[in-house]
């Protein structure tokens, strides 16, 4: 079991990638499936789920940390320099969700 962390849509947001396309990956089986989405697309997508969960160091060090949709495992590119303050932010919170890793 490993720390896991729902991130507000507004977090999730904060992260993302500047430009008019997020690569996506879904994971399926043993195989990485890489996509574009439209930034409004993303958008969209962690606005109606109400945010997106923070992805396992596997996904993260590929550059895909965040999880948009964890029943489909879609993992979304973050912005490295964005995501690593808002890891140093999360990581002084201590209500921090614990569960499994995505």
């Known amino acids: 079991m490993s720390n896991r962390y729902i991130l507000t849509v507004e977090e999730a947001l904060s992260v993302i990638p500047d430009g008019d396309t997020i690569h996506t990956v879904i994971v399926s089986g043993f195989f990485l499936t890489g996509a574009d989405w439209s930034h409004d697309d993303v958008v969209e997508h962690v606005t109606k789920a109400g945010g997106a969960q923070l992805s396992g160091p596997s996904m993260m060090a590929m550059g895909h940390g965040l999880v948009i949709d964890p029943k489909c495992r879609i993992f979304a590119e973050h912005d ?21 890793e995505a």
């Open 80 to 100: 490295p320099k964005r995501m690593d303050e808002l890891i140093a932010k999360i990581a002084a919170e201590p209500e921090a969700i614990k569960g499994e």
